[in-house]
């Protein structure tokens, strides 16, 4: 069974940057794709970037265009989530996941089978 854990959330001051990284547990980690949701309070969880895992294409949520990017480290089996310039409306518990295909939306969440439990972003003023 594949696992996911997030790390690297914490405070940061609005306009700084922050690293999230997600690493995988288990048996041997092939996805289709990863992809970076995030849940701020009081509102649903929504997608903010995605990866496929053979070449690397990318794809992102408009708000997260131009400051934020998604990376890998195949070789490890990590994936990145990079962001700057960060807002305050970027607070939020930030949630990577895997999906096993492609051919569908990035932003169904029923596309995915596996998840981490979360790292919490908080943006100060």
């Known amino acids: 069974q594949v696992q996911l854990v997030e790390s690297g959330g914490g405070l940061v001051q609005a306009g700084g940057s922050l690293r999230l990284s997600c690493a995988h547990s288990g048996r041997t980690f092939d996805p289709w794709g990863m992809a970076w949701f995030r849940q701020a309070p009081g509102k649903e969880r929504e997608f903010v970037a995605g990866?496929?895992?053979?070449?690397?294409?990318?794809f992102y949520e408009d708000f997260a265009t131009g400051r934020f990017n998604i990376s890998r480290d195949i070789a490890r089996s990590l994936v990145y989530l990079r962001m700057n310039s960060l807002r305050l409306d970027d607070t939020a518990v930030y949630y990577c996941?895997?999906?096993?295909?492609?051919?569908?939306?990035?932003?169904?969440?029923?596309?995915?089978?596996?998840w981490g439990q979360g790292t919490q972003v908080t943006v100060s003023s």
């Open positions: 990866r496929r895992w053979s070449d690397g294409n990318t």
């Open positions: 996941a895997a999906r096993p295909a492609g051919g569908g939306d990035w932003r169904r969440e029923d596309e995915y089978d596996t």
